[in-house]
C-alpha cells in the first residue's frame, strides 16, 4: 500500500548535511512506491504556540496567520511523519520546534480534526556524537512526541561527527537513511 510520507526540515541550510540526510531517505521512501512531500520549517515562519487555547476557532488549527497553514494540510494527509534537524543545544531546531508545538491542535479535546499518522521516523545530524551522548535530549523527545502521538517509531539515523557542512557526503549514513526510506 501506498504511504504518504511528510519530512518535516529544521535546518536553515539549504544543501547542508541534514538537508542532504533527508533527500537520501525521500529517494528510498520513492525506491519503495511511496509519496514524499517536504516542509522546510526554517524558510516557512511559523509562530511559537501561545497556549491561547483558540485552536480552531477561525476554522484552521492555529488562530495566528503564519505558514503553519501550509503545513497543516500535509500534516493532515501524511500516514507517516519524519522530523529531520540538525542537533541544536542537544535537540530539534527552533525552527522545527515550532511547526511541532502546533501539532496540540490536533491532540486537544475539541481539536475539528485529528491526524491520520501512525509511524514516525527521526533523522539528525550533530558536529557531536551518539556514544558522548548528545543525542539523548533529541532521542526522549522524538521519543516522547511519538509516544504521546500514538506513532509507532520506524528508526532513526543519528548522523555525528559531521560539524562541516556536506561533510556527511563522505559517510555511510545517507546511504542508512535510504535504506531506512525502503523499508516503510
Known amino acids: 500500500m501506498e504511504k504518504n510520507i ?11 548535511n541534514s538537508a542532504l540526510l533527508a533527500d537520501a531517505f525521500i529517494q528510498g521512501v520513492k525506491a519503495a512506491g511511496h509519496t514524499a512531500h517536504v516542509f522546510e520549517s526554517a524558510f516557512h515562519p511559523v509562530l ?11 476554522d484552521q488549527p492555529c488562530v495566528f496567520k503564519d ?25 530539534m531546531s527552533a525552527q522545527l520546534k515550532a511547526v511541532v508545538d502546533k501539532f496540540y491542535a490536533y491532540k486537544r479535546p475539541n481539536a475539528k ?6 509511524e514516525s521516523v527521526l533523522l539528525a545530524t550533530a558536529a557531536g556524537n551518539e556514544k558522548d551522548g548528545d543525542f539523548e535530549g533529541l532521542k526522549a523527545t522524538y521519543k516522547s512526541i511519538a509516544d504521546y502521538m500514538g506513532w509507532q517509531d520506524r528508526g532513526w539515523v543519528l548522523a555525528g561527527e559531521v560539524p ?12 542508512a537513511a535510504l535504506e531506512l526510506g525502503k523499508t516503510l
Open 6 to 16: 511528510l519530512v518535516l526540515t529544521g535546518s536553515p541550510r539549504q544543501l547542508g
Open 48 to 58: 511559537p504556540c501561545r497556549a491561547c487555547d483558540k485552536c480552531w476557532s477561525a
Open 164 to 175: 562541516e557542512h556536506g561533510e556527511i557526503i563522505k559517510t555511510q549514513y545517507l546511504y
Open 113 to 118: 480534526r485529528t491526524l491520520k499518522i501512525k
Open 67 to 91: 505558514d503553519f497553514e501550509k503545513a497543516a494540510p500535509l500534516l493532515e494527509q501524511a500516514d507517516v511523519l519524519v522530523l529531520c534537524t540538525p542537533l541544536y543545544w542537544f535537540t
